[in-house]
């Protein structure tokens, strides 16, 4: 059954879900407000589990993740978005924190 | 990890490295580099005691620390792989097997978990069906592509 909204996204507030789960629920502009408050979250709480902890790495990475991602795209056998979506911004961000 | 090596340009990093790898004490270190201790202690703790820190800003000097004491590559993580679904491994943590891969020290690997390739697969984008890496290495820059062995893909 798929979880009432407002409660799945107190259960993602409290970091009961996974952050990379929700990504694909971000559809509107106050879902990513929210989803980047749980980043925010993140980061305060597991700095040590990120990838790129500082402001400039995680900035590059972000960078290369937007420069690369029509490979991430292709390896998945779909189209590269012209016109990024909610959700594809929250990938962007999200992908920052581990990209390599 | 990235404060301290911003702070010390590359010859003086390797310098302080060749003299950990030596046993030399930070004291000892300190005056011959011309640097204070905690420098030295700072160093040695972002370099030597966190093998992620070491090999995400410091890959030349990982590798060539692997290359003189290849037992170190046992203190490492594994390398969480997985198989796409063109039949390919991939890895997910890549830094460290170009690092050992450049040591010439063999990996050890695991498969990753299910969440693991979930949580992770936003990294996965090679367009070169995972046979080279770009490395995004901190003061360096971009360095070229890497080939991979055909073990690991990334």
Redesign the interface.
């Known amino acids: 059954m798929a979880p009432n909204t407002a409660s799945y996204l107190d259960l993602l507030r409290f970091n009961l879900v996974?952050l990379?789960q929700e990504i694909d629920s971000v559809r509107s502009r106050e879902d990513l407000a929210r989803f980047v408050s749980s980043l925010a979250s993140d980061a305060r709480t597991s700095l040590d589990a990120w990838?790129n902890p500082?402001v400039?790495?995680y900035l590059?990475?972000l960078r290369?993740?937007i420069t690369?991602?029509?490979?991430?795209f292709?390896?998945r056998h779909q189209e590269t978005p012209t016109v990024p979506s909610w959700s594809l911004i929250a990938?962007m961000l999200?992908?920052a924190r581990?990209?390599? | 990890m990235g404060s301290v090596a911003n702070h010390l340009k590359m010859a003086d990093r390797q310098r302080i490295h060749a003299l950990l790898e030596l046993g030399w004490s930070h004291r000892r270190i300190a005056r011959e580099a011309g640097v204070d201790r905690e420098t030295v202690a700072r160093y040695a703790r972002a370099g030597l005691s966190n093998p992620a820190n070491l090999i995400v800003g410091e890959k030349p000097s990982t590798s060539n620390e692997l290359s003189a004491n290849p037992r170190k590559a046992a203190s490492l993580p594994p390398l969480r792989i997985f198989q796409h679904d063109d039949g390919n491994l991939y890895s997910l943590d890549n830094r460290r097997l170009v690092a050992l891969q450049q040591a010439g020290v063999m990996a050890r690997f695991q498969w990753a978990t299910p969440e693991e390739i979930a949580s992770e697969s936003w990294k996965v984008t090679t367009p070169t069906n995972g046979l080279s890496v770009q490395l995004r290495i901190p003061e360096l820059g971009m360095a070229p592509p890497q080939a991979l062995t055909e073990a690991a893909h990334g």
Do not use: K, L, S, V
């Open positions: 996974p990379w990838e500082t400039e790495r590059e990475a290369a993740w690369d991602m029509p490979g991430y292709q390896n990938a999200y992908a581990i990209y390599e």
